[in-house]
């Protein structure tokens, strides 16, 4: 099964940090 992510803010500070953990474990992001 394909996970996914939504993130929002992913710009800049935290939401930044955890797009790149995500990303890193597997997930596709939106």
Do not use: P
């Amino acid at each position: 099964m394909t996970k996914v992510a939504i993130i929002t803010g992913s710009s800049r500070g935290i939401g930044k940090k955890i797009s790149h953990y995500f990303a890193q474990e597997g997930y596709s992001l939106i």
